[in-house]
């Protein structure tokens, strides 16, 4: 069975629906376990809380099972690098990297090394930024924190 998208979020009161419903499933089967084939059997009901978060469209879902497939392909070839201080190191042959216009694609890793830096440093602001829209009404314990951090940090390497 392939993964859930990672665009598939369950929260709020949604996320208690879809634990107690889950939880149910554990506590219905023999040796209490979940099972994904449980899992989806209960879903077919449409009267199933669990209904709405599976693809019911064969030719959707297929769909997306096979670009499941590329992605998975594309992350099974492996090249083996060389890490300074490490040596040989087996490691993916392509990384996956947010495009300017925010699509995800693969490039060749011997290619991305500045585009990887550039990466990084782009969900990096975009995290720090998250961080602090969401506690700038705290925004002296906001930079007492990253003070923290940094010497936490400048305390781990030296």
Known sequence: MPRAPKRITVEGGASR???????????AHPRHVLTPRAVLADA???SS???KRFTWDDDKAAARWRLHQARMLVASV????????RGPVETRAY?????PDGARAYR???TTAGAVLDAAREDMRQDMLNLY???SGMSTIFWQVVDEIRRAVETEAA
């Not at 990384?95 to 495009?99: G, N």
């Open 17 to 27: 629906v879809v634990r107690d419903r889950l939880a149910a499933l554990v506590a």
């Open 44 to 46: 077919e009901s449409p």
């Open 49 to 51: 809380p669990l209904h």
């Open 78 to 85: 492996r090249v083996t690098v060389t890490v300074v201080g």
């Open 95 to 99: 990384i996956s990297l947010r495009d």
């Open 108 to 110: 060749p890793r011997e």
């Open 133 to 135: 829209r969401k506690w």
